[in-house]
């Protein structure tokens, strides 16, 4: 059975994303890869995404690429935050 | 036959994109609505879409999401851009 693995995207340098994402590609039993991230995070989501598939995962697809709007509860009340969710597969 | 128009996102503030879209939408021979951004302006592409399809225009849906990589000529030569082009349909 194949597993499938979540990347968050964060604060951390683009490449640090390709290189864990890269790293579980290399595990025989990691078949597919979630990338998420919110907000302004979702731009270095597909950076991490496209150098990933086209410099070090040549025989990765992309099988999904989901938008959503997800409700985060701050200080100052509810606010909606826009989100990415790019499924990555070998 | 229906028409395509295309979005490109820039640096204008994200409610001004939405309404651009909600008024193309609103002309019946618009059922299909390209939004297109590369680099920073991706997070924004995503909050557009989002926003259009949950408080103006709830009958779209998302036909297609597509990423890539664009190569921009610069001053100090070449360099790679990740793009998004998101297919909004009425």
Redesign the interface.
Known sequence: MSEENTIFVGKKPTMNYVLAIVTQFNNADINRIAIKAR?????KA??I??ITK?KFVQSAH?ES?????EVLEGENGPSNV?S?E?ILQK
């Open positions: 907000g302004k995070a979702i731009s597909v950076d995404a496209e086209n992309y690429i989901k938008l959503d709007t826009s990415i790019i």
